[in-house]
C-alpha cells in the first residue's frame, strides 16, 4: 500500500484530528494544521502547522512547507469550519458572511492553492468535508445548510474540471455525531444552538467512525461519501418519498419555532 502526503485542515480535535490518526494508521504521511498549534506540540514538530484558512499568505506558506519537506501533496483535506445557522428572520448577515468566509471560501483558498500543484504532478486527492446539511435541508439553519451545499457543488465542479489531470474530488456529508464543533457556533438564535448541541452531544457516532468511513469510501472511490446510517436514511427519503421528508422538515421546523 503506498504512503500518501496528506494535509489536514481543523486538525486540532474533531473529525480533524480523527481524519488525521486514521490516515497515519493507514501508513501515511500527515501534516496537521489549524488556526493554532496545541500548545503541546513542540515548536520544531515538523507535523503540525498553523494555518488560518481564510489567509492566503498562510496557505502560500502551508504549500512552501509541504513542498520543501515532501516535494508535493497527494491527499489535501479540507475540513476545518464552524457552525451556525438559525432561523430566517433570527440569524443577522453579519453571521451569514462569516459561516461563507470560513467554510466556503476558506476551503475555496486551499484549492486554488494546491491545484496548481496536483495539475502540474497530474495527480491528487480533494477531501472536501461538508455535511448532510449540503443534502439535507431542515428549517432554522438556512445559512449552514447553504454554505455546506455550495461545498457539495464546489466539490463536483472540482472533480468535473480536474479529471482530466488524474485528480479526484470527494465530499463527505456526514450527520450528527460527537465532536466539538459546537465550541465554534455563534448567532443570535439561540434555540437553535440548544437544539443543535443537543443533536451532537446525543449522537451515538463518534469521530473516529466518521473517520474510518472516509476512508473507506476514499479507497472504493466514491464521490460523494455520506458515513453513517442516518445520514444515509436520510437521504434516500428525500430521494424516494418527497412528500414524507417534507413533512418530516416542517414538523421540525414547527417545533423549533415553539421553543421561541
Same mark, same amino acid.
Given at each position: ?10 486538525? /486540532? ?11 497515519? @494508521? ?6 496537521? #494544521? ?19 484558512? #481564510? ?6 506558506? @502551508? &504549500? ?26 433570527? @440569524?443577522?448577515?453579519?453571521?451569514? &458572511? ?51 451545499? @455550495? ?16 485528480? #479526484? ?61 442516518? /445520514? ?29
Amino acid at each position: 500500500m503506498t504512503s500518501r502526503r496528506v494535509l489536514v485542515t481543523g486538525a /486540532a480535535s474533531g473529525l480533524g484530528a480523527a481524519l488525521a490518526a486514521a490516515f497515519e @494508521a493507514r501508513g501515511d504521511r500527515v501534516l496537521r #494544521t489549524d488556526v493554532a498549534v496545541p500548545h503541546d506540540i513542540a515548536p520544531d514538530d515538523d507535523g503540525w502547522l498553523p494555518l488560518d484558512i #481564510t489567509s492566503e499568505s498562510a496557505w502560500t506558506t @502551508a &504549500r512552501a512547507h509541504v513542498e520543501q519537506t515532501w516535494g508535493g501533496l497527494d491527499v489535501l483535506v479540507n475540513n476545518a469550519g464552524v457552525a451556525g445557522g438559525g432561523r430566517l428572520d433570527v @440569524a443577522g448577515l453579519d453571521e451569514w &458572511r462569516w459561516i461563507f468566509e470560513i467554510n466556503l471560501f476558506g476551503m475555496v483558498a486551499g484549492l486554488r492553492t494546491f491545484v496548481p500543484v496536483f495539475k502540474h504532478q497530474r495527480g491528487g486527492q480533494i477531501v472536501n468535508v461538508a455535511s448532510l446539511a449540503g443534502l439535507v435541508h431542515p428549517g432554522g439553519m438556512a445559512s449552514y445548510n447553504a454554505v455546506k451545499s @455550495a461545498v457539495v457543488a464546489l466539490t463536483e465542479t472540482a472533480g468535473h474540471e480536474l479529471a482530466g489531470y488524474g485528480i #479526484t474530488a470527494h465530499v463527505v456529508c456526514p450527520g450528527f455525531f460527537r465532536t466539538n464543533l459546537m465550541n465554534s457556533i455563534r448567532g443570535a438564535d439561540s434555540a437553535l444552538a440548544g437544539v443543535m448541541e443537543h443533536l451532537v452531544t446525543g449522537s451515538p457516532i463518534a469521530a473516529d467512525d466518521v473517520a474510518g468511513a472516509v476512508l473507506a469510501g476514499l479507497e472504493a472511490g466514491e464521490e460523494l461519501i455520506v458515513p453513517d446510517e442516518p /445520514a444515509q436514511q436520510a437521504v434516500a427519503l428525500k430521494r424516494d418519498d418527497r412528500a414524507a421528508y417534507d413533512a418530516v422538515m416542517r414538523a421540525q421546523a414547527a417545533r423549533l419555532d415553539s421553543l421561541g
